[in-house]
């Protein structure tokens, strides 16, 4: 990318993006309370934005107060308290003249029950990461195989974050199908060894990513951008390629263009999504070679 690229100027719908430089969605353990971060968190998001970034995401925030927690000190966006401490800043980069993106995921396997409300941690199939956790210096837990019952209760989860997400006055929703948490847990062979519809093939593994998807974009206006991030490593097993091979991953990502999503962040590359495929081959365009500081 030469300097005349990042600096120049790029559209999605009718976003217009200053530039190619973003703050990315860090994870930042930074709610002492109430699932809200800290303010100098939010200030510095703020301040990025005053400084020329022209997107601006949020930390991950996790999706429901069961089982979607899988560090302690995450923030959710479920309540009025928490949709008032993310408007002003909403407003601030707004003012600043950037993009405002709240990604949102469930870690699944990669949580241990102690961080959860609810005491449990949940994933497609009863199996837990080789590697230790780097907070614990322990083995994961064994996971809960989810029910069908709570397959449906997560993707409820997504959909009222995205809610949150909206009422707080975001641009844009992302959603987090990446790096080995919940979502990529069920597109990944390597974590999901289900035998009911969302396990087997990749057609059936995909199904839950779909559902969560088509369950966001019901509760986001098409004024606001819907975007879902893809990666073919996890932060755990990180040695361990999620896909069988290029043709799987780029299948996924196919599939992806096909859904109702306006682009799909891929590590440093935003695609832009065409929804109106006229035939199979992968349709999608890269939109920029966007840098996410």
Same mark, same amino acid.
Request: glycine share 6%; hydrophobic share 40%.
């Given at each position: 990318?030469?300097?005349h690229?990042?600096?120049?100027? =790029?559209?999605?719908?009718?976003?217009? =993006?200053?530039?190619?430089?973003? @703050?990315?969605p860090m994870?930042?353990m930074?709610?002492?309370?109430? &699932?809200?971060?800290?303010?100098? #968190?939010?200030?510095?998001? @703020?301040? $990025?934005?005053?400084?020329?970034a022209?997107? @601006?995401?949020?930390?991950?925030? #996790?999706?429901?107060?069961?089982?979607?927690?899988?560090?302690?000190?995450?923030?959710? *966006?479920?309540?009025?308290?928490?949709? !008032?401490?993310?408007?002003?800043?909403?407003?601030?980069?707004?003012?600043?003249?950037?993009?405002?993106?709240?990604?949102?995921?469930?870690?699944?396997? +990669?949580?241990?029950?102690?961080?959860?409300?609810?005491? $449990?941690?949940?994933?497609?199939?009863?199996?837990?990461?080789?590697?230790?956790?780097?907070?614990?210096?322990?083995?994961?837990?064994?996971?809960?195989?989810?029910?069908?019952? !709570?397959?449906?209760?997560?993707?409820?989860?997504?959909?009222?974050?995205? $809610?949150?997400? @909206?009422?707080?006055?975001? !641009?844009?929703?992302?959603?987090?199908?990446?790096?080995?948490?919940?979502?990529?847990?069920? *597109?990944?062979?390597?974590?999901?060894?289900?035998?009911?519809?969302?396990?087997?093939?990749?057609?059936?593994?995909y199904?839950?990513?779909?559902?969560?998807?088509?369950?966001? $974009?019901?509760?986001?206006?098409?004024?606001? *951008?819907?975007?879902?991030?893809?990666?073919?490593?996890?932060?755990?097993?990180?040695?361990?390629?999620?896909?069988?091979?290029?043709? %799987?991953?780029?299948?996924?990502?196919?599939?992806? &263009?096909?859904?109702?999503?306006?682009?799909?962040? %891929?590590?440093s +590359? #935003?695609?832009?999504?065409?929804?109106?495929?006229? !035939?199979?081959?992968?349709?999608?365009?890269?939109?920029?070679? *966007?840098?996410?500081?």
């Amino acid at each position: 990318m030469t300097e005349h690229d990042l600096f120049s100027p =790029f559209r999605i719908k009718h976003f217009t =993006f200053r530039n190619r430089i973003g @703050v990315a969605p860090m994870t930042r353990m930074s709610s002492p309370a109430h &699932s809200v971060p800290r303010q100098d #968190v939010l200030d510095f998001l @703020v301040r $990025r934005a005053e400084n020329g970034a022209a997107i @601006v995401y949020t930390e991950a925030l #996790v999706t429901d107060y069961e089982s979607a927690q899988g560090y302690p000190g995450q923030a959710r *966006l479920l309540t009025q308290r928490q949709i !008032d401490a993310w408007k002003p800043v909403t407003e601030a980069l707004r003012r600043a003249g950037a993009v405002s993106i709240m990604q949102m995921f469930h870690c699944g396997r +990669m949580a241990w029950p102690e961080v959860n409300p609810a005491g $449990r941690s949940i994933a497609p199939s009863p199996l837990s990461p080789e590697s230790l956790n780097t907070l614990t210096g322990a083995p994961y837990p064994l996971p809960e195989t989810m029910s069908r019952f !709570d397959i449906r209760h997560v993707i409820q989860g997504f959909a009222e974050t995205a $809610r949150g997400a @909206v009422e707080a006055g975001f !641009d844009g929703i992302e959603v987090h199908g990446a790096h080995g948490y919940l979502i990529s847990q069920f *597109l990944s062979a390597y974590s999901n060894q289900r035998t009911d519809a969302y396990g087997g093939s990749a057609e059936n593994r995909y199904r839950f990513a779909s559902e969560v998807i088509h369950a966001v $974009r019901d509760v986001v206006p098409e004024d606001r *951008l819907l975007t879902f991030r893809i990666s073919n490593w996890g932060i755990a097993d990180m040695e361990v390629s999620l896909f069988s091979g290029k043709d %799987e991953y780029q299948g996924v990502i196919e599939r992806l &263009s096909r859904e109702p999503i306006d682009a799909i962040s %891929e590590l440093s +590359m #935003v695609i832009s999504a065409i929804r109106d495929c006229s !035939d199979s081959a992968l349709q999608a365009t890269v939109a920029s070679g *966007l840098l996410i500081s």
